[in-house]
């Protein structure tokens, strides 16, 4: 299975600054998803990242506020912009290793807390 | 969209015995998976069992198995021999076999009791 690493695993941030949380896979991956867990909550889908386009981001999303970037296969990175408590989080990286055996594998999170 | 639900927030077990996590989901699909999920307070996700729609045979992973009843839409996990270790929030999740969306049930929190 894949291995991801985040980076930060976790941090403290100040109101009206933007964090940008790295994700590494050791394999070359088509889909990398970026989830958020807000404390006590599921996972929400924030959006999607194929290499070479565009992030597709679900409803609720925005390109401004949450810029994806996936240079490469094994590489994405998510930016939280202009930060507000409400954005206190574990933002949560994931990989499709193989579409036909479905699963997802996940990294360890970044905490992020927004003072 | 799919919705999955877990109507159990916390359940709790004694050390050794076994316990039966709830799942139910709402599709109009035919062809899907079902996963669950443990999230550890060290909040990395594993993947603890994974189950495809067509197959009729509950999945098995050692101590843990599923109850697949597809008609009633019903996807429940069975913890048997609990371990310390096995305390940890999961998450049950469906996967349409068309796309890749997955859609999270909101958690039940399993303490174990020594």
């Known amino acids: 299975s894949a291995v991801i690493s985040q980076k930060p695993s976790r941090d403290i941030c100040q109101r009206g600054t933007s964090l940008t949380i790295q994700c590494q896979v050791d394999s070359q991956v088509t889909m990398m998803f970026w989830y958020r867990q807000q404390p006590g909550q599921s996972l929400t889908l924030i959006a999607t990242a194929n290499q070479g386009s565009e992030a597709t981001y679900e409803s609720g999303f925005v390109i401004d506020k949450f810029p994806i970037s996936r240079p490469n296969l094994t590489f994405s990175t998510l930016t939280v912009s202009n930060m507000s408590p409400e954005d206190s989080s574990i933002y949560l990286c994931?990989?499709?290793?193989?579409?036909?055996?479905?699963?997802?594998?996940f990294g360890e999170g970044s905490r992020l807390t927004v003072l | 969209a799919q919705t999955v639900t877990q109507s159990q927030p916390e359940m709790s077990v004694q050390e050794a015995e076994t316990v039966t996590l709830s799942c139910t989901y709402d599709?109009?699909?035919?062809?899907?998976?079902l996963f669950w999920y443990k999230q550890p307070p060290s909040r990395q996700m594993i993947l603890v069992i994974r189950q495809e729609a067509y197959k009729q045979q509950n999945a098995t992973e050692n101590r843990f198995s599923v109850n697949f009843q597809k008609a009633a839409k019903s996807f429940s996990l069975k913890i048997s021999d609990s371990q310390l270790g096995d305390a940890a929030m999961y998450f049950c999740?469906?996967?349409?076999?068309?796309?890749?969306?997955?859609?999270f049930g909101t958690g039940t929190s399993l303490t174990v009791i020594p």
């Open positions: 999740a469906y996967r349409s076999n068309t796309g890749n969306q997955f859609y």
């Open positions: 994931s990989v499709e290793e193989s579409p036909s055996a479905g699963e997802l594998f």
């Open positions: 599709t109009s699909e035919s062809d899907y998976y």
